[in-house]
T-cell receptor
C-alpha cells in the first residue's frame, strides 16, 4: 500500500527553465510534508518542507505547494540548474506519533544544458 | 548542522555470515533512529524504528530475527543482518531524529551502506 506516490519516475528539464515535481498521498492523517534530494549511494538531504496548515512555502529557488483537498503537493525549482540533477523524494509524516517518514517513489530529474 | 555517520559505506560478505552496520549521531542526541532499505530505482522502505533503551518497532513484513537492531545509547544504533543471503543485498540507510528541531530539519540521514552478499 503506497501511501505516497510520485507518478513521474523521471523528468527532463532544460537549464534555466522550471522543474515541477509532483507528489500525491492517500493518508489524510499526514500533516507535514518534506522534499529530499538524493544522489546514488548517498543518503537523502533535506530540501524544503511544509506544514498542512499552509499551502505554500518558499526557500530560494525551491517552492513547495500543498493542496490538501486534492492530497497533492508539488515542488517547483526555478531556475533549474545542472546541479539539481538527482532523484527527488517527497515524504510525509503524521506528527505527534512515532513520526516516521513515509517516502514517495521518487522522481529522477535531469537538467540539461 | 546535524551530522549522522554511517559505517561501513560498503561491505561484501559471504552468504551465511552476519554483518553489522553502525549509525551514529555526531552532534545531537537521537532518542529515535530509523532504518531504511532501498532497492535499485525504488523508494526508501522503512524497516524499523529504533528507540533508545527499548526494543525496536519493525514494519510489517520485516523479519526482526534477521535484522537485529540495537539502540543502546542516545547516539548509536546498530543494524545486524544475520545469516545474510544474496537477496539481502541492498542499500541500507539510517536516519536520526533530533527532537530539538522542527520536523523539516529534524531528520538527518546517514550516507548509506551498500551490502553485497555473495
Amino acid at each position: 500500500d503506497q501511501q505516497v506516490k510520485q507518478n513521474s519516475p523521471s523528468l527532463s528539464v532544460q537549464e534555466g527553465r522550471i522543474s515541477i515535481l509532483n507528489c500525491d498521498y492517500t493518508n489524510s492523517m499526514f500533516d507535514y510534508f518534506l522534499w529530499y534530494k538524493k544522489y546514488p549511494a548517498e543518503g537523502p538531504t533535506f530540501l524544503i518542507s511544509i506544514s498542512s496548515i499552509k499551502d505554500k512555502n518558499e526557500d530560494g529557488r525551491f517552492t513547495v505547494f500543498l493542496n490538501k483537498s486534492a492530497k497533492h503537493l508539488s515542488l517547483h525549482i526555478v531556475p533549474s540548474q545542472p546541479g539539481d540533477s538527482a532523484v527527488y523524494f517527497c515524504a510525509a509524516i503524521v506528527t505527534g506519533t512515532a513520526s516516521k517518514l513515509t517516502f514517495g517513489t521518487g522522481t529522477r530529474l535531469q537538467v540539461t544544458l | 548542522g546535524a551530522v549522522v555517520s554511517q559505517h561501513p559505506s560498503r561491505v561484501i560478505c559471504k552468504s551465511g555470515t552476519s554483518v553489522k552496520i553502525e549509525c551514529r549521531s555526531l552532534d545531537f542526541q537521537a532518542t529515535t533512529m530509523f532504518w531504511y532499505r532501498q532497492f535499485p530505482k525504488q523508494s526508501l522502505m522503512l524497516m524499523a524504528t529504533s528507540n533508545e533503551g527499548s526494543k525496536a518497532t519493525y514494519e510489517q513484513g520485516v523479519e526482526k530475527d534477521k535484522f537485529l537492531i540495537n539502540h543502546a545509547s542516545l547516539t548509536l544504533s546498530t543494524l545486524t543482518v544475520t545469516s545474510a543471503h544474496p537477496e539481502d543485498s541492498s542499500f541500507y540507510i539510517c536516519s536520526a531524529r533530533d527532537r530539538g528541531r522542527s520536523p523539516g530539519h529534524g531528520y538527518t540521514f546517514g550516507s548509506g551502506t551498500r551490502l553485497t552478499v555473495v
